[in-house]
Every structure is written in C-alpha cells, then in structure tokens.
Nanobody, 113 residues
Framework: QLQASGGGLVPPGGSLRLSCAAS????????MSWYRQAPGKQRDLVAV???????NYADSVKDRFTISRNNAKNTVYLQMNSLKPEDTAVYYC?????????WGHGTLVTVSS
C-alpha cells in the first residue's frame, strides 16, 4: 500500500514536497518513482530512484525537482521547486517490488496565482 501526501495549491515559483509512505517489507530493495497526469493527458514519468539511490528525471523537471528516499521510514519524497502552471497534475507514486508494480492513490498539485 502506498500513501501519497503533500499536494495542494501553490503560486508559480513556489515549492511543495510530496511524500509517499509504503507499507510492507523490502522497501529498500525497491525502485520508487513519481508519475503525474494532467487533465486530458497520459500519465508520465517524473522521476525515479533506484534501490541504490541513483536518480533520473524527466527533462521538463530537471534542476527543479529532487527525488529522495528514507529507507528507515519506508518513504519516498519529491521536492518540487520553481513550480510552473504546467506542473499542475495529479502526482502518483509507484513502487516496483521485484517486478510487481504498485500505485498510490495520487495527490493533486495545482500551480496557479
């Protein structure tokens, strides 16, 4: 089970930090990622962090977003800075547990003045 939180309304240029808490064991062995889905669009990868801590980002969020994880808390984070209106979307966390894929319920981020 994945529980995402931290979404909300923020003005352009603002920041938010999303959290996704995972239940169960072996969290440290799992690759974790964040996706987002804007209204009327497909769900796209935003960022991924491997079990070893390597990260990768969509070009649209590089140098603005940072994915991190705390294995002691079974939690993955997405720090979002310099937010733009086009970042508005429902953000989902995804867990890859040895090939089994699990999705969180999503948290809405709205960037608007």
């Amino acid at each position: 089970q994945l529980q995402a939180s931290g979404g909300g309304l923020v003005p352009p240029g603002g920041s938010l930090r999303l959290s996704c808490a995972a239940s169960g064991s072996l969290f440290s062995d799992n690759a974790m990622s964040w996706y987002r889905q804007a209204p009327g669009k497909q769900r796209d990868l935003v960022a991924v962090i491997t079990s070893g801590g390597s990260t990768n980002y969509a070009d649209s969020v590089k140098d603005r977003f940072t994915i991190s994880r705390n294995n002691a808390k079974n939690t993955v984070y997405l720090q979002m800075n310099s937010l733009k209106p086009e970042d508005t979307a429902v953000y989902y966390c995804r867990r890859n547990q040895l090939g089994n894929i699990y999705w969180g319920h999503g948290t809405l981020v709205t960037v608007s003045s």
